[in-house]
């Protein structure tokens, strides 16, 4: 190596990013009319607020906007979606800029149906849309915001397929929500990836059992939880929702075999369920298995290449470990942009690494000051700064030797 740069990628894995995140889905009611949009896997669970809530906890708007992965400008007839429990409850179209703004509680919202709030016609699929704040004050009464926990964000247009931008984590400012950017590609829309169609074929008994167990889980009642979702899948055993949260049990008890086994069998129970395929890159990743890495993120990114950032991420790094170092850089840039809301800090040390292999100093400071700047308080960040400071100084004199791979940090 040339430089010191290893130990942040060492970091980078340590950070927690090889371990499970939040990837449990919610049970739908039903099969949703149209396709469930993916949800991001590392969505805080929390606790939602008493259902008396102030009015500064009620939400106006929702806003953001629209962006191609490849920065072509977006389509013409690009909608934007609230799916809320699976279902479609709202749609505005984005301007020819891609922004878009969606008032919450009004009369003139674009509901789907009557069931959503909106107060219309119910044979009347859509109305007009009011997205001034100063009109229409006695009807902008907006919604609480736990109303929204459950629901997200996608785009909708024939050709293009939508990453998915949950709400529960936003907290209102001025009574808005401004989501930032909901990434676009295009390509095939993704079919059954965060919610497997065996939790609709299960029997009554399977389903029942399911369902107590989330609540147990909701409630950090592991134990109840674990019996619910064992006896979910010895009734059901092709359950994959119930395998898999049957996994994330196991795992937070450090039973990694058995947590390994129950997320195989989640995906031998439905190979397009992709969250049981996350979390076994997380265990094959702290196991040092980069073969299995490269080979479960292909899987996911193949089949959802918008939802999933940390996979583009285990994948860089497997590709790095395994010395493909141009397809790390590739998979590591995917990542970047992909990772719209910068989760994935370490990216940026990664990408440092990686052009500090090449003498690209230049990119190599570039990189390390964007990860300061995301991740401002981070513990290596002090560092960091005296890696930037060593690498300015090759950069401003490109004859000097750069530091050797046994140089410690001060």
Sequence with gaps: M??????FAELALASGLLVPTSLAQKPAPAPPPSNPAPTQPNTPVNRAPSSSQPMEERVFFLMGQIVTD??????????????????????????????????????????????????????????????????????????????????????????????????????????????????????AKTEGVTVSATLYTAPKDAKKAYEKGLEAEKNNKFE?????????????????????????????????????????????????????????????GAAENWTDVLSLTDHILESDPLNYPSAHFYNAVA??????????????????????????????????????????????????????????NAKNADQVKEQIARFEKLQASPLTSPPSSTEKPN
């Excluded at 040339?2 to 130990?7: A, D, I, K, N, P």
Aim: positive net charge.
């Design 2 to 7: 040339h430089s010191r740069l290893l130990v």
């Design 70 to 187: 490849d920065g072509s400008p977006i389509p013409h007839d690009l909608i934007v979606e609230r799916v809320c429990n699976g279902r479609v409850t709202q749609q505005v179209h984005a301007s020819p800029r891609g922004d878009f703004s969606m008032q919450m509680g009004s009369m003139f919202d674009n509901f789907m149906d009557a069931s959503a709030g909106s107060g219309k016609d119910p044979n009347s699929q859509f109305g007009l849309s009011s997205r001034n704040p100063q009109n229409n004050n006695n009807s902008q009464m907006g919604i609480p915001r736990r109303e929204l926990f459950t629901c997200e964000l996608r785009a909708s247009v024939s050709g293009f397929r939508s990453a998915a931008v949950s709400l529960f984590e936003f907290q209102p400012t001025s009574g808005s929500i401004n989501v930032g950017s909901i990434l676009v590609q295009r390509g």
């Design 224 to 284: 109840d939880a674990r019996k619910y979702f064992e006896k979910a899948v010895e009734t059901y055993p092709q359950h994959a929702n119930a395998w898999f949260h049957l996994g994330t049990i196991l795992q937070k008890d450090n039973q990694n075999e058995a947590a390994l086994t129950a997320y195989t069998k989640a995906t031998a129970a439905d190979s397009h369920f992709l969250p049981p395929y996350l979390a076994l890159t997380s265990l094959a």
């Design 319 to 376: 590709n790095y470990k395994l010395k493909k170092f141009d397809d790390a850089e590739k998979a590591a840039l995917r990542a970047v942009r992909v990772d719209l809301q910068n989760r994935i800090p370490q990216l940026h040390l990664l990408l440092a690494e990686i052009f500090s292999r090449k003498n690209d100093y230049a990119n190599t400071v570039s990189e390390m000051q964007t990860y300061l700047k995301v991740a401002p």
